[in-house]
Structures are given as C-alpha cells and as structure tokens.
C-alpha cells in the first residue's frame, strides 16, 4: 500500500487560515489501511480543526467525509454537487488525492493533509515498512525476495558496502543492512553462488529517472 | 602496462608497494594540498585523493589531484558513486585521464546522511562494481557504458576497496572477489588492526587465487590516541578495534599514545609483509597526520621508495 | 463507603480504558469539556492484557494534538487505579479537578462563549 504520515496540525492550520468552510476528505484506500487517512482520522482531524476555531472564537464550519478512492475520477465525481461550496478542501488521501481534486475542481483550493512516504506493508500493528520504489522493473526474485534498490541507503545491485555492521546499515542502527540479510536468505536458500554474477548496470529509464510515466492498457481503454 | 601509473611500474616490479592518503581542504586553500602533500613526497608510491568523503563537501578530488601532480606526486583518484550518475562518472574519469591522472579508485562512498549536507538528494545511478566494470570497458573496449566508442580511451589503474571487518564477513572475500572479476587490479582495504581477521581474510583471498589476479594492500591508519581508538570501535560502522590495541595505547603516558599508535602500525606492516605473501603492499592513512607517515614508511624499513 | 467527590465529574462507563478513542477524548473538548481523564486499571492488571497501556498511549496522543491547538495538555490525564480502591478513585477526583480549576476554564469553551 501507499502509506503516508499526517502532517502537523501546525501545517495545516496555516494552510486554512481564513477559509471558513472547509471540507476534510478522506479515502477508502490504501491510506485507511495505514490509518491515516481513513473516515476515523477525518473525524480526528475535522475535531482538532473545530476545536481549533471554537478557541479562537470561530464557526466551526469543518465536514467531513470519505470516498471510496480519492484515485479514480468516478469517487471524485461524487462531490460534483458541492465541491465549490467549500472555500478549501484538506485531502487526506496520498499525493494522487489533492492532484486529482484540483484537476476536477479547479475553483477550489486543495490542500494535502499528509505527507505520502513510500510504497510499504505493515509490518506489526501501527509500524510500516518501505519495500518498493516503483523503479518498473521488478528483480526482487533475484535477491531472495528482498529489494536492493528500495532497501538499500545505496540502491546497491552488488551490495553490501563496507558500512555494513551487525547486519545494520551505516545510515543508522534502525535500519537493517538489507544486502547482509540478501546474503544470508540466499545462503539459507542453497541459491548463494547466484549472488557472485556481477550485476550490470541498471536501466533506469522504467523508473521515475525516465520522466513522469503513463501507463495506457489499450484492452482496457474505452 | 594498462595506465602506466608508478603505483602500476612499482607493483609489477614485485616491489611492496606504499599508498598514502590525503583529504582536501573545506574551501579552495591550495597550499593546505601543497604542505600536506610535502609530506608525503618521495614516502609512498601514490597518494589517495578523498573525494568528499564522510559526504562533507571538500575541494573536488580531481583538482586536488592536479594539484599533487604539480608537485611531482602520483595521486589516486578517489571517486564515489553518490553525488554523480553515469553520465559524470565517465566525463570526470576522461578529464581526470587528460589532466594525466592514472589511478582511480571506485567506491560506493559513504551516505550523504552522515555529511555535513545529510538533506541532500544521493545519486547512487552505478554502485562501486559497476563502475570498477565500466571504466575497465572504456580502458580496454575503449567505449563507453553504452557501447559507442570512445575518441581517446583513458589509460588508468583501476582500484576498489574492500573492508574485511564489515559484515557477513564470509561474503567480503566473494564480494572482493567480484569487484576483480569487474576490472580492478588493486584493492586497498579498509584500516586493519584485527590481525587474526585480516589473516583470515586474506588466507581466503589466496585460496580463491584472488591475490594472483589482483594487488591486494593492506590498510594502515596509525591510532593517535585512547579517544581516537574507542571512538573508532564504537561509532565508525564496519570498523574493528581489539580491545588490546586501546589496552596498549592505555598503557603509556598520554603524550606516548600518538608514539605508541605509530610503533603498532609499524609492527603491523612488518607482520604482513613478513607472514602474509598474498598481500603485495599496504596503503597508509594517517589521516590529518599527514607529517607522521614517514615514520611509519621509515620505520616499517620501506624508505627509500623504489624508482622504476 | 460513601467517599465524596466532585459533582462536575460525567463518568463515562467503558468495558476496559483500552476501549477508550481518541475521538472520544477530542469531542469531550470540542463539546465544551475542560479536563478528561481516563480511570483505567492498574498497569499489568488488564484483564485484556493491555487495554490499560493503549490508552495511556493515545491520551498521550492527545497530549500533543491539544498542545499543538495550543491547549493546555495538562487537561487530559492517565491515572491507574484498581476497582477495590474507592478511596484513591475519589482522591483522583478531587486532585484532577483542583488541578483543571486551577488552570481555569478550557480556552476551546471560552471563545465559544465569546
């Protein structure tokens, strides 16, 4: 999933100053996954806010409300009656969320309500982890499962670098040396000798080094 | 002979050879290079250029090598992977090789985060191997990355480096051994002061016929103190230092402990030259200590430096 | 035991303090609250084995929010007590009210009634 982290109340009391009604929008996707940006955290985010201009003596005129993808226009065409009835709109969906609400309501100002952090999974209850970084060309398999370009500070595809230690990355303790644990989940695997190819340069033009990408399904197009 | 360097002549006249280090300065002080590089004159065989390691921003390795050139040195060419892509890797090796620089040595480099710009955005577009891989195919196919030829192909000795300490350590002679496959013909290591790991590491590299193909040698940085031991066995990641090295250091008077560090580096030297064949020279750091290498060379009985 | 404590106290009766929201605790506040706490029982006690911990965890939570809308923190609180301790329930009582009268009304039901 996408996950992605709220940003400071700070922030986003800023971003609305002087906007009396305001819209807080959440999404059914990845983001209520993470708990972050889901009908419960509207409903934190919309009382903060409330309680926010009740102390300074404002109407709290702050809605809610979720759509089931804030990534497919069909959900955004949902708040085509009342869109331009607020004077702003926090999207807390990922950042495809408030892109494509400007798009469709060019009229009324949207603002992100979390900032998107990488493409992960959960690893326990309320903790996430990075796995993916969207390069387009998919060779985990190769690795034991486990992503270099990701998971390494360095996107090393001959790792690991000399900074490895007690199978941590140089970068810092809580980060795991992730070509040290490639290393042994292919040695457990009987599959080590695989790692001793050296491993050419990358094409990096399936990722986001190669511009903005589309992607167009001519079967599925209408 | 591919590049033609001293560091090259020295090796394969069967000489043990001697590497020196130097950082450049945090601004354009050229006569910092100069007196730093006084130093090292006619002591060791080629001279490392940083190239902004730790990731603090420092003159460009380059210049600094031109610098040393002037002075009648032999740099080493230090390069990253962090702060240049494909694109700059290989324009900077040609115009390093114009400025008749004749040794490189290809590292990952350290991550910005530990810098003095940790904000900053990494490239990381080749890691080490793949640039060891590609500047021996602009060498020797005398092309670049993407197979169109070159108009003046750059004649240089191809370094890499390698760390024994750093972990899995059963992968660290493997992943030496892919860097050679690559291309290198030398490797320098990362500081030694774990004698019976580095026996180990190096008794494996001769058993997989790594030491035939490739110069392997060993890394030197003297201890200047108590503090400098400690701090380097607990916060430099990928760093090893027994407890008897600092223990030794402990054990003399606190104007001693710079001496002391210089006679264990001294007695190391000797150690591998006389106990490990494998190993056909040792690279000395002395980091910022640039004026005590000499008595580290003279002392290891290495001076004069030969001349071929 | 007829233990006395503060009329202006509304319990909220909950099966376990784990049970305890967030949202709960904010629409307290937006609804004109001036302090909340959570009664919930003694720290190793649960009989859901952590109920008590989470909701330490998101008063703690709430803490910083109200903190960052410039409330005072201080007006929600966490406090451990097991249920044969009427005594301590009522001190609590008193304690947290004095310290809530002490900082004065809740700005967020001051500018409401400004």
Known sequence: MIVGDSKPLEEILEMIQGKEKVLVLGCRGCVTVCNVGGEKEVGILATLLRIARKKAGLAPSIEERTLERQCDPEYIEELAEVAEGYDAIISIACGVGPQFMSERFPKVPVYPGINTTFIGGALEHGVWGERCQSCGNCLVHNFGGLCPIARCSKSLMNGPCGGSANKKCEISPDVDCIWHLIVEKMDAMGRLKELERVWPVKNWITSRDGGPRKRVREDLKQ | ?308 | MRLQYPTNIKIIQLPCSGRVDILHILKSFEDGADGVYVAGCMEGDCHFLTGNLKARRKVNYVKTVLAALGVEPERVEMFNMSSAEGPRFAQVAREFTAKIKELGPSPVKQAKAA
Not at chain 2, 44 to 62: E, K, L, P
Not at chain 2, 219 to 246: C, N, Q, R, W
Request: include cysteine; aromatic fraction near 6%.
């Open chain 2, 1 to 308: 002979m591919k590049s033609g360097s001293n560091l090259e002549k020295v090796l394969a006249a069967g000489h043990f050879a001697v590497t020196g280090e130097l950082g450049p300065p945090r601004g354009n002080n050229v006569e910092e290079v100069r007196h730093k590089a006084a130093f090292l004159k006619g002591i060791v065989d080629s001279v490392n250029i940083t190239d902004n390691q730790t990731a603090v921003v420092r003159m460009a390795s380059w210049a600094a090598c031109k610098l040393l050139i002037d002075e009648g040195l032999e740099p080493n060419y230090q390069m990253v992977c962090r702060d240049r892509n494909r694109i700059a890797l290989q324009s900077d090796i040609l115009g390093a090789s114009a400025l008749g620089i004749k040794n490189v040595l290809c590292l990952s480099g350290d991550h910005q985060r530990f810098g003095d710009h940790p904000e900053g955005k990494n490239v990381y577009d080749l890691d080490s191997i793949q640039l060891i891989d590609t500047f021996r195919k602009m060498r020797d196919e005398k092309t670049f990355l993407n197979g169109k030829e070159l108009d003046g192909a750059p004649g240089i000795f191809i370094g890499a480096a390698a760390n024994p300490f750093a972990d899995p350590f059963a992968w660290r002679v493997v992943r030496m051994g892919k860097k050679i496959a690559a291309g290198a013909d030398f490797i320098q290591t990362q500081c030694i002061y774990n004698m019976p790991k580095f026996r180990e590491f190096v008794k494996m590299a001769v058993d997989q016929g790594l030491t035939e193909k490739c110069a392997l040698l060993a890394g030197i940085t003297p201890l200047k103190s108590v503090g400098m031991a400690k701090y380097m066995a607990k916060f430099v990641p990928g760093m090893d230092v027994p407890e008897e090295h600092i223990k030794r250091l402990q054990g003399v008077d606190k104007k001693e402990q710079g001496n002391e560090g210089i006679k264990i580096a001294i007695e190391m030297i000797q150690e591998i030259r006389e106990t490990m064949p494998g190993v056909k020279g040792v690279h000395v750091m002395a980091i910022e200590w640039e004026h005590r290498a000499k008595e580290i060379v003279e002392g290891a009985g290495l001076l004069p430096r030969p001349v071929v």
